[in-house]
Nanobody
């Protein structure tokens, strides 16, 4: 079992940037996909960005061109660089590790973007 720990959330003004980091307690290299999801108040959790073990990335339309996901298997880390943040990006961001028969979540980190 792998535990995921997110960090890097906080309060930022619109137009600002943040870097989220997720560190696994064990190797993440075997996971098919590592990703970031977010859940805003009153809304369902949604995919923000994901990267496969082969390096293929997938982004929500709303963040394309602003967010970039990085995966470093050797460091058991996946990061999300968020630029040009907008108030609608405010949410709790969760790290996810998805295997063939496993699915792990971190506890989340809060990102608040003020206008």
């Amino acid at each position: 079992q792998v535990q995921l720990a997110e960090s890097g959330g906080g309060l930022v003004q619109a137009g600002g940037s943040l870097r989220l980091s997720c560190v696994g307690s064990g190797s993440i290299g075997s996971f098919v996909s590592m990703g970031w999801y977010r859940q805003a108040p009153g809304k369902q959790r949604e995919l923000v960005a994901a990267v496969t073990s082969g390096g293929i990335t997938n982004y929500a339309e709303s963040v394309k061109g602003r967010f970039t996901i990085f995966r470093a298997n050797a460091k058991n880390t996946v990061a999300l660089v968020m630029n040009s943040l907008q108030p609608e990006d405010t949410a709790v961001y969760y790290c996810n590790a998805a295997g063939v028969r496993t699915n792990y979540w971190g506890k989340g980190t809060l990102v608040t973007v003020s206008s």
